[in-house]
């Protein structure tokens, strides 16, 4: 049976960045990835510093720099009358501060980018995984198609509903209740919110509504929520109606109102997240991105995480020689990259999951509290932990972890 070092499940943003991560450390690998073409589906992805600083390390500034959007700002206004309730600096600011940029992008070409940096024949297409099953010398990945692929080591980095994390946990997604339509417009049709490139965000009741420029500044990606108490199925495809997502934002700004309208088509997902792990890996299987930590995303960092695990993996992994193969190495490396990650990522899991009230607080006591402190919250400096984060200095820091048993 074919043999590799790392089988990654899934080529997504998770997958891709590790694929680009390990060739650059000369590390075997191959990607496996049950769509039977690489078609990104979604609308806009914010990559803040602490995922942008990595990737251009990656090689992707060029890509990046043509096909994203650098903001000057995050405003945050109120849903009714627009009033502005708190402005981020971004742009230079943001650069100055933490030496990287903070970019607006396009999902596809942010994975087009990423695709780039995978040589040609890394990722094989057309095959899923069903199981994952190992011994104490290999990890073996069984493939709808019928065929078996071991490796020193298996990566899961199928989403939400990952197979792989199977083999650490059985658990289920959980519904948030919130229900958001994601939508692209031409930047023509909505002049308005293009005079200078910003993330905005309207809060209200219930809900909120966020929009930022993608395609180089060519179309408006954004993403609207709306509370839906009953179950839905999580999906990348569901097609939604923009005149239910118009009539849901009757009686919020115009500026809210008009971009809903000037949308053709939107997409509607149910949002769903995880419990927060107590380990990453288990032997020689280990997780990563949404299959580790599916975020909601009122963070906006799920992308950023997903990028940041990549790059912490593949750092404990070449740093420790055990993508040679060897056991003890190999335990010890996943060990140091879970010891590295779960703190962080279950923080920002938590926070995303507060966001969903913080953001949709009825109009009241609790409201104009959250708008005061707002106003008077320090912008780029209370996001240091979080923008100023190097993941790859930080592994390369972190002591190597004693080896663990497998199981």
Known sequence: MPRTSVAI???GLAGLTLGAALDRAGVDFQLYEQAPRLTEVGAGVQLAPNATRLLHRLGLGKGLRAAAVMPQAIEMRRWDDGAPLHRTPLGDACLSRFGAPYYTVHRADLHSC?????????VRLGVRCVAVTQTADAARLELSDGTTVEADLVVGADGIHSVVRE???RDHPRYSRQVIYRGLVPAARVPHLLAEPRVLLWFGPDQHCVCYPVSAGRQVSF???VRVPHRHGES?????SVRDLAAAYTGWHEDVTRLIHAADAVGRWALHDRDALQRLSVGRVAVAGDAAHPMLPFRAQGANQAIEDAVTLARCLTDSGAAAGDGAALSAALRRYEGIRLPRTSRIQQESRDNVRVFHLPDGA?????DAAAATSSGLESNDWLFGYDADADAAAAPVAAAREPG
Do not use: C
């Not at 990423?114 to 890394?122: A, E, I, K, Q, Y």
């Not at 609790?366 to 959250?370: C, G, L, M, Y």
């Open 9 to 11: 499940v899934g080529a």
């Open 114 to 122: 990423l695709l780039s940096m995978v040589p040609t024949g890394r």
């Open 167 to 169: 083999h650490l946990v």
């Open 223 to 225: 993403g609207a929520t």
């Open 236 to 240: 990348w495809s569901a097609q939604g």
């Open 366 to 370: 609790e409201q104009r509290h959250r």
